[in-house]
């Protein structure tokens, strides 16, 4: 049927929708950083004054907004110290007329960026046999009190013996951080623990008002206090989970002080730690005086002055503190890494040689070996019911929830009394193990999915409980295909140690290349992840879930937020040895010692045991007492970076409030010749030629070079010998790489370059892939 409309109807529906279109839409504001770069004033001057700098933003504001009271309004962090700029709730149209501002640097969304533990999301130091450096140098009662490791993370929990602070000796002189308790008068610093504060403004502008809960620097999710713990925690004898792993634990830089700097909240879309709050932090953590942070989060790769994490981190090298970031649990996915600007030290994960064994028996005798820290047991030796998850779906649930024991999928009539087998992925290992013990499960198997192939974890898991490999996981599977009443059990976890092949690469690690600059290898170095053992909250259980009412002293957590705080630990300990060594020189002392073969002198292996590569390991794993004696180093300056940066193509305006000095960009370089320990020619066309120059650091000696070439590629040095007569000596070296066949270097390929005086093997990985 055809309507046909009076004229004068057609008047009205024009009027209105034009009306309509004419009607101004006022978006909600949003929060924004804006960066100006870094302060002009010394902030050791007595005459500076921070409420002036405060002032100076909000008159900058005013001549967008239109008043002062708005902009007072508006910016909810003054950023007074040493980063230059502020974080404001602003129109998008105002944020994007104040980034066209000559004086304005960058200015960017607050956004949310993540943890890197595995419990978090799943797709994503007690240390028995000896990871913390055994040199007796090391180990003097007293050393390294005067390095002071800042942690930007969840927190602390003071109360734990780890942050004990038994012997130590008065407090720094340069420490000038406070302990923020005036809110929270049950948490206390000590000579250990010397410092915390809480950053929550930038988290508030996205959830909205927040009550007097969050004011605190407490820990009360547990991931700050294993990360400070790992990277500082004092020696803690008969640390364990459950009895498992019973041993010493200490932090990598166990008499160093630490402070923490809480940035991190309850998620929200999956997101806990914001941009605003992150400077906010690193603002204040260098005016404290830390030596190094530790920075176990970070979010999706961003140009570095669009990046929270990049820009405090650069004015953290600026002053000699050195930061070590996680790579990410995006893994095992080639382009995930994260936190790659060249001057942090960015950290894969890896295991280590300890295992928390539990067998998985079959009715048919077959047997797997799992890991679990669950302290639960099945009685005797008794078998019971085996079921896959899939078979005890409730009848609205789809099979593929059901398979991955997600909440609500599993029908507790069907799985009552059974062991349920439950498929990684999706939702967190604990997770699962928990919607098995709530559908009345008497045990669970957790089996590994393609992608994450042989790398198994240990949780402490709810029930009695054991985490198999994708192999293992489908003769199991397969098992309860083929007979009609399939059983099984669990034995009883066991501490094994010793274990191999070990280190090899987390399935969840984040890998390379970078996808900002290619030509900077990252991540960096990797460094034990999973299954780490390390002080722990008590206001959480040890799976998190609000289900588990248990509560434990340490805990054990896996993720790129472990491994980055060994790092840590011995970043504070090279700190304590050559105070006088910059922030580059240390990376380059912990990559070049670093090894790329296991415990059974064989290539280090990914989660699917084949050989992995620099782009999952980087240099290697990490080796403290290599690191300790590396005999040369590549070294870089803050200039060195800003000449990087140039070559990126940020103008000299921009640098020059970055690194609040004039500076001119004179001539570009070539990004190949930057002074890193690595070499990556992401396109190689024809031949190349890179510069590199190493500094000694060791015994005067001659160091001959030794290559093994990518494949296809061919590599020359010259020259092929350098001789040094004292420390602090420089030699220039160029490598030239000249592509053989390119039809056959389609992919990358990798080789490294090793500078030897009999004593010293100082290692770089050479990547190359053919244009």
């Not at 929990?157 to 951080?177: C, L, M, T, V």
Request: proline share 5%; net charge positive; hydrophobic share 40%.
């Amino acid at each position: 049927m055809q309507m046909r409309l009076s004229n004068a109807t057609l008047c009205l529906v024009t009027f209105i929708v034009f009306s309509l279109l004419q009607t101004p839409t006022f978006a909600a504001k949003r929060s924004y950083v804006v960066y100006l770069g870094g302060h002009s004033h010394g902030i050791e001057s007595p005459s500076v004054d921070l409420d002036a700098v405060t002032d100076s933003h909000y008159d900058f504001l005013r001549t967008f907004l239109g008043s002062h009271e708005h902009a007072r309004e508006a910016i909810f962090y003054s950023y007074t110290r040493h980063i230059n700029g502020f974080a404001a709730n602003l129109d998008d149209e105002v944020a994007a007329e104040i980034a066209r501002h000559p004086k304005v640097v960058s200015v960017f969304l607050n956004k949310g960026r993540k943890l890197h533990t595995t419990r978090s999301w799943e797709f994503l130091g007690l240390e028995q046999n000896g990871f913390v450096a055994s040199n007796s140098i090391w180990n003097k009662t007293r050393y390294g009190e005067d390095t002071i490791i800042g942690n930007l993370d969840t927190g602390v929990w003071p109360e734990s013996k780890s942050f004990s602070d038994d012997g130590y000796g008065p407090i720094p002189s340069k420490w000038k951080g406070i302990c923020q308790n005036h809110k929270d008068a049950g948490f206390h610093c000590n000579r250990k623990l010397i410092g915390a504060r809480y950053f929550n403004k930038g988290y508030a502008a996205t959830v909205g008002k927040l009550n007097s809960s969050f004011d605190t620097p407490r820990d009360k999710e547990g991931h700050g206090t294993h990360t400070l713990s790992t990277a500082g925690g004092n020696m803690v004898a008969k640390a364990s989970v459950f009895g498992f792993g019973k041993g010493t634990a200490k932090g990598g830089s166990p008499r160093a002080r630490v402070a923490a700097y809480k940035v991190c909240w309850p998620p929200v879309s999956g997101n806990e730690c914001f941009d605003a709050d992150i400077l906010a932090a690193f603002d204040v953590a260098i005016h404290d005086g830390v030596d190094v942070l530790s920075v176990s989060l970070g979010g999706e790769p961003t140009a570095f002055f669009n990046d929270s994490v990049a820009i405090g981190s650069f004015h953290a090298i600026k002053h000699g503190i050195v930061v070590v970031c996680s790579a990410g649990n995006s893994g095992p996915a080639d382009g995930t890494v994260s936190n790659i600007a060249p001057w942090q030290i960015t950290v894969g994960a890896s295991t280590m040689d300890r295992e928390f064994s539990s067998i998985v028996v079959l009715g048919n005798n077959m047997r797997f070996k799992g890991q679990s820290l669950s302290d639960k047991v099945l009685p005797g030796k008794k078998f019971f019911p085996l079921i896959s998850a899939a078979d005890v779906k409730l009848a609205n649930a789809s099979i593929e929830n059901a398979t991955l024991c997600q909440a609500g999928a599993i029908d507790p009539k069907k799985a009552a009394g059974k062991i349920l087998v439950c498929l990684r992925g999706q939702n967190a290992r604990v997770d699962k193990g928990e919607q098995a013990a709530l559908a009345g499960a008497i045990g669970m198997i957790l089996a590994n999915n393609n992608l994450t192939g042989n790398e198994i974890i240990a949780d402490a898991h709810l029930l009695p409980a054991s985490h198999i490999n994708y192999t293992d996981g489908l003769a199991v599977f397969a098992y309860i295909k083929s007979t009609k009443h399939p059983m099984a059990r669990i034995t009883p976890v066991t501490t094994q140690i010793g274990t191999k092949p070990a280190p090899f690469m987390a399935a969840f690690s984040s890998k390379g290349p970078n996808t900002i600059t290619p030509e900077i290898l990252k991540p960096d170095i990797t460094a034990p992840g999973v299954s780490v053992i390390a002080a722990y909250t008590g206001a959480e259980g040890p799976t998190n879930e609000d289900f588990d009412k248990r509560r434990v002293q340490f805990n054990s957590v896996s993720g790129t937020s472990m491994s980055c705080p060994h790092v840590s630990g011995i970043v504070g300990l090279l700190k304590s040895l050559y105070p006088k060594w910059s922030p580059a020189a240390i990376k380059s002392a912990i990559m070049t010692s670093a090894t790329t073969l296991d415990n059974s002198h064989e290539p280090i292996l990914n989660a699917s045991y084949i050989e992995a590569g620099p782009f999952s390991y980087g240099a290697g794993h990490v080796q403290p007492n290599r690191a300790m004696d590396p005999g040369l180093v590549y070294d870089l300056t803050a200039k060195d970076y800003l000449k990087f940066l140039c070559t990126l193509g940020y103008n000299e305006t921009l640098i020059s409030a970055f690194s609040q000095k004039p500076y001119k960009c004179r001539g570009s370089i070539n990004l190949a010749n930057f002074n890193y320990p690595s070499i990556t020619i992401p396109k190689l066309v024809g031949s190349i030629t890179v510069t590199r120059t190493v500094k000694n650091v060791g015994s005067p000696g001659t160091y001959r070079a030794q290559v093994r070439k990518p494949m296809g590629i061919s590599v020359y040095v010259k020259p092929r010998k350098l001789k040094f007569k004292k420390v602090g000596e420089e030699k220039t070296f160029k490598v030239s790489l000249k592509v053989k066949n390119a039809d056959a270097v389609k992919e990358y390929v990798y080789g490294q370059l090793i500078w030897s005086d009999g004593v010293h093997y100082v290692r770089s990985p050479i990547v190359v892939k053919a244009a």
